[in-house]
């Protein structure tokens, strides 16, 4: 079995692609390797948002409580995904609920001190900014489709 | 109009079926089974080809063909109930009889895609003209690469012939990722607007062909993601939907900036269409 470092595994993920040795030294430290059991909450909506993952495998629900409808689930974030943003924008608290559905494998990085870091090395901020508008503005579109309900009326 | 008098059936004469079973699919869609009226076999079809349906004294409309096209047995229709026609036709039972015309259309490109990946995008009831082809890859299954089929509708209830996707879940020799636009939370499946699922299809982006049928967005948006990911834009097909009226190109109702959907379609390669479907009104 070959030993892979969060490292190899960050660098070699398109969504950290291009970036220099660096920036991926940073972006990796104080990250961690986790795994995480069906319905476990990874956060709750209202809370700090610190911290951002990268899903390896597994699927995670982004949940909503309206009093009408109950909970639902708004949005899936799958393997190969990157779950959060909230860390980069203020508030800085998270949206909605996160709960695992699939058990997940995944790499959590430090939102907060990339946040910190990004404010004095402005070309890590610029990097980060720049991957996490393409991420939100996608995330968006896909939304803003979704409630066009395309497909017609279901009752 | 020598040319029409020589002709030996007249094209714009339904023939009798007689419906077989009514299986009620989702709230507002349902699958009607008919067999000929005269005992014979049902008329042959190509995947991606519609067919006229009139409904005796009411009208008559163009529904794709859903069934396998190997059955010698049953003509197979899946229909969204939303028309005085489709309505009609949800309510007939066992015995009824309905006038069919057809087959109509350009079909599915499948007999060119030997050795090659395929990806099919369907969005609603678009998985209903994509069946066919799904059941003649299926049928030959050896002679292509991947097959994986993307489907996304609006919530768990209105997923389409549920029972069978869960029987080709099984096999390990497709690939079926299911979305929804909106769920409960006892929903354990993914939810997200169809085109999230291409980034998570395992294809090789220089050998697919990709076959999409859905809401007009839905399709520019999947055709835009395909390319994104490297697929050729002359290797993405697409079926058009308009209401049709004679179906055999003359009356012009179907008509789609220069073509005619009932006879240059309703299947079109991406290149044919793409700067079509981007115009507000054509
Ligand atoms: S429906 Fe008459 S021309 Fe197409």
């Known amino acids: ?155 | 109009m020598a040319a029409v008098i020589d002709k030996p059936v007249d094209p714009m004469m339904p023939v009798p079926y007689v419906v077989k079973r009514v299986r009620r699919e989702t709230h507002d869609t349902f699958t009607l089974e008919m067999v000929p009226f005269d005992g014979g076999p049902p008329l042959r079809f190509r995947p991606g080809q519609f067919n006229m349906l009139y409904l005796f004294g009411v009208g008559e409309v163009a529904i794709s063909i859903s069934g396998d096209p190997g059955d010698g047995a049953r003509l197979v229709h899946t229909i969204r109930a939303v028309g005085m026609v489709t309505k009609g036709l949800e309510r007939l039972r066992a015995g009824a009889v309905v006038g069919v015309r057809g087959p109509y259309g350009r079909p599915w490109p499948v007999d060119e895609q030997l050795g090659r990946d395929l990806v099919i995008v369907a969005g609603g009831i678009g998985l209903a003209p994509l069946r066919p082809a799904i059941l003649h890859l299926l049928a030959d299954r050896a002679a292509y690469g991947r097959i994986v089929l993307l489907y996304g509708t609006r919530s768990p209830a209105d997923i389409l012939y549920r029972r069978q996707l869960e029987r080709w879940r099984a096999r390990f020799d497709l690939d079926i990722l299911v979305t929804v636009d909106r769920a409960a939370v006892d929903w354990r499946g993914s939810v997200g607007l169809v085109t999230t699922l291409l980034g998570r299809a395992p294809f090789v982006p220089e050998k697919t062909t990709a076959l999409i049928c859905g809401p007009e967005i839905m399709m520019r948006y999947t055709m835009a993601g395909l390319v994104e990911r490297g697929v050729s834009e002359a290797a993405i097909h697409l079926s058009m939907e308009r209401n049709m009226k004679c179906a055999i190109g003359l009356c012009g109702h179907c008509q789609f900036g220069p073509t005619f959907i009932c006879k240059d379609g309703p299947v079109y390669s991406s290149p044919e269409i793409a700067g079509l479907l981007k115009q507000r009104e054509v």
């Open chain 1, 1 to 155: 079995m070959s030993f892979v470092t969060i490292e190899s595994i960050v660098a070699s993920h398109p969504f950290f692609a291009g970036l220099s040795e660096e920036s991926l030294r940073v972006i990796t430290a104080r990250s961690r390797q986790v795994e995480l059991p069906a319905d476990e909450i990874i956060f709750h909506e209202g809370e700090a948002a610190d911290h951002f993952y990268l899903i390896r495998s597994g699927r995670v629900a982004l949940e909503v409580h309206s009093p009408r409808r109950g909970r639902q689930t708004i949005q899936t974030i799958e393997g190969g995904e990157i779950l959060g943003w909230s860390w980069l924008v203020p508030p800085y608290q998270w949206r909605f609920d996160a709960r695992v559905i699939d058990p997940v494998e995944a790499i959590e990085l430090d939102g907060r001190r990339l946040r910190e870091l990004g404010e004095i090395d402005h070309d890590l901020g610029y990097e980060l900014y720049r991957r996490f508008a393409i991420l939100i503005g996608r995330r968006l579109e896909s939304t803003r489709i979704q409630l066009m309900d395309l497909y017609g009326s279901s009752n």
